[in-house]
């Protein structure tokens, strides 16, 4: 990192940064750093320009994004922040794959309340048979020809075939969260490498699909770590970055840790805007439970897009409620 960065305080910090985003550069770990540990006056200044290089770069519209849960529960793997671990004591459902029927209906749902995006999430490390996966394939191509809306996937751990299957399927794009730095990994899940999580990811792009993959934030993860994230997703080339804030469930291994600040989740966004000036950026899980009345700031802050409706195992606002929230915003929806 240049010295004279370091040595910048506040709005020259951020304006020095956002000009060099602005003309096509890039910022380092460290001058992230900086900026992601900003506060009172100079972190609205660090939103402001975030703004301007999402505009700059994306416009004035954003995109909003719904899932189904399609397949719950009695999952093998010990993440710690998962409600859906067969070794977590939770109140989350447990079910089998939806049929073809169920996907469709909740896809058609999805496209009625004005989403481009479908997400079919099922829990597990893979699909567990061949027969589901066709499900998902006969669900896909039905989304595809029926509906108005982009069908997406997240299937858990997928070989190249898999993917190519997909994609000739018509699935849009294929969603895999690296969940959080590489460095903070095995303190949040022993029954993965993340290797795995990264092969999956380079399957997905090789077979054509865009990539959706990102992580949750808040899971005692430090800032750098936060930061290592997402150099990482740019690594890796993937097309579109979710970012969730960890709502701690009972019975999981987080349960007691403290929920991010507001002001704290919108720092986050602003940076990752920094860092990840071309790639869309979705606020997921979270959006309304942490950042509560400062919610519609996400765009504000650098954000591109949002999931609408539920999540995988709590309830979101209201559809009715977010789009009130975007005609408020006077924000266009692609």
Do not use: W
Not at 34 to 59: K, Q, S, T, Y
Not at 151 to 166: F, H, K, M, R, V
Not at 205 to 216: K, N, P, T, Y
């Amino acid at each position: 990192m240049n010295p004279s960065i370091s040595a910048m305080k506040g709005l020259q910090l951020v304006t020095s940064l956002r000009d060099r985003v602005l003309e096509g550069g890039r910022i380092d770990g460290e001058e992230a750093l900086l900026l992601l540990e900003l506060d009172g006056c100079d972190r609205f200044d660090l939103i402001a320009a975030a703004n301007r290089i999402r505009v700059a770069f994306h416009g004035e519209s954003v995109h909003l994004c719904g899932i189904v849960n399609a397949k719950s529960g009695s999952c093998p793997e010990d993440c710690a922040f998962c409600a859906q671990s067969a070794r977590h004591m939770t109140d989350a459902p447990a079910y089998g794959l939806l049929d073809e029927e169920g996907i469709v209906s909740k896809a058609r749902a999805t496209a009625e309340a004005g989403a481009g995006y479908f997400g079919i999430v099922t829990s597990g490390r893979t699909l567990d048979s061949p027969g589901e996966f066709d499900t998902v394939l006969r669900s896909v191509r039905r989304i595809r020809t029926e509906l108005d809306i982009e069908p997406d996937a997240s299937l858990g751990c997928i070989t190249y075939e898999q993917a190519l299957a997909l994609k000739e399927a018509g699935c849009a794009r294929y969603h895999h969260n690296l969940e959080t730095a590489r460095s903070f990994y095995p303190e949040i899940c022993s029954t993965r490498d993340y290797d795995d999580n990264v092969r999956t990811v380079r399957n997905a792009a090789r077979a054509g699909l865009d990539v959706c993959s990102g992580g949750i934030l808040g899971m005692g993860e430090s800032p750098g770590q936060r930061i290592e994230l997402a150099i990482e997703l740019c690594d890796l080339g993937v097309s579109r970055v979710p970012i969730n804030f960890l709502m701690p469930i009972k019975g999981t291994r987080l349960e007691k840790l403290e929920p991010l600040r507001p002001l704290e989740c919108l720092s986050i966004i602003a940076v990752y805007r920094f860092l990840l000036p071309r790639l869309e950026i979705s606020v997921c899980a979270g959006r309304d439970t942490l950042l509560r009345d400062l919610q519609s700031m996400v765009f504000f802050a650098g954000a591109t897009g949002c999931m609408i409706g539920n999540y995988l195992t709590t309830a979101g606002r209201s559809v009715e409620a977010d789009r009130q929230l975007l005609e408020d915003l006077e924000v266009e929806i692609r």
